[in-house]
């Protein structure tokens, strides 16, 4: 878990002095794709969309610009999010 705790979140500003995971707060480490290696703060999120997983915005994704990476939780481990592709 130390090694999560070390990366950097998601929709954290660039220039962010502290871009990593705040005391707590849950995260997922996401996993393959163009986020790989962000962490995902899903504090507060429901039961059923910690299942589904989510599409998030990304510009370095297969569509650019106002394209989406969809990440979900690894069978057995869903503390990692795999990338399970882009979409526009």
Same mark, same amino acid.
């Given at each position: 878990?130390?090694? +999560?705790?070390?990366?950097?979140?998601?929709?954290?500003?660039?220039?962010?002095?502290?871009?990593?995971? /705040?005391?707590?707060?849950?995260?997922?480490?996401?996993?393959?794709?163009? &986020?790989?290696? *962000? *962490?995902?703060?899903?504090?507060?999120?429901?039961?059923?969309? +910690? /299942?589904?997983?989510?599409? &998030?915005?990304?510009?370095?994704?297969?569509?650019?610009?106002?394209?989406?990476?969809?990440?979900?939780?690894?069978? =057995?481990?869903?503390?990692?999010?795999?990338?399970? =592709?882009?979409?526009?």
């Amino acid at each position: 878990m130390d090694e +999560l705790m070390r990366g950097r979140v998601y929709g954290s500003d660039h220039d962010d002095p502290n871009p990593g995971p /705040r005391a707590g707060h849950q995260y997922r480490e996401l996993v393959a794709g163009p &986020l790989d290696g *962000l *962490l995902l703060d899903v504090t507060g999120w429901p039961e059923d969309q +910690l /299942r589904d997983g989510a599409a &998030l915005s990304t510009e370095i994704g297969s569509f650019g610009a106002g394209g989406h990476a969809l990440y979900g939780p690894r069978a =057995g481990d869903p503390r990692c999010w795999d990338w399970r =592709g882009d979409t526009p």
